[in-house]
């Protein structure tokens, strides 16, 4: 009798994790080159990482992610704007950065000869955790962020690698009746994307 009604406890089980899953809208990773996607030479010069780019939610653990990840390559060739005496970083010092910024941002800090960049955007925010969607619904909801990793040469003041990776989770169930869905939210969208991000730069550059 006990055997039957654990049985029936696991069968219970597997039927509801499967159901679950079958309503969990799964994200979807992809990246974009918007450059040189070679990767970069990590083994010598000094390198800045500029402040980086992105919402306040996710500010603390993407900052300690990108220092922690970089600081394992370069080591104590890694430097903070906070840490150069009298460094100047152009406002416009961001991702695509201009010829002009790149060329005032040299200027600034003359003692390193490589930046690295990293912007992050949440793009859309339109479902929560478990969402409900009715037989009404006629569009699709989703949830998306991008990061975007760049690495320039300052002495050169060239662009060395442009990379934007991009997570998102889409309600499938348009004009698929009632029913409930998991949705991956759009900050840990955003923080998986940097994973991929980093893993894509350490992978393509020499160290």
Known sequence: MKKSISL??????????????SSCNLPKYTTLSQGPAGGVDFRTGNWLLLE????PEVYGALN????TDI?????DRLYFPHQIQSAIIPKDAKVQMK???LKQLALGVSSCDY??????V??????GLLNYNSRFQQTQKQNQA????ECYDLKEQTLLYSKRFTGSSTSNSLHGGERWEFSVQAKSLLLKAYEKGIKDLQRTSVR
């Not at 300690?64 to 220092?67: D, G, K, M, P």
């Not at 949440?122 to 479902?127: G, V």
């Not at 991008?146 to 990793?149: C, F, G, K, N, P």
């Open 115 to 120: 930046v690295i960049i990293c912007k992050a």
């Open 146 to 149: 991008h990061v975007t990793l």
């Open 8 to 21: 029936a406890i696991q069968f219970t089980c597997c039927a509801l994790f499967f159901t679950l899953l």
């Open 122 to 127: 949440i793009a859309k925010e339109e479902m």
């Open 71 to 75: 600081r394992a390559i370069l080591g």
């Open 52 to 55: 980086i780019d992105c919402p």
């Open 99 to 101: 010829l002009p910024a």
């Open 64 to 67: 300690t992610a990108i220092q």
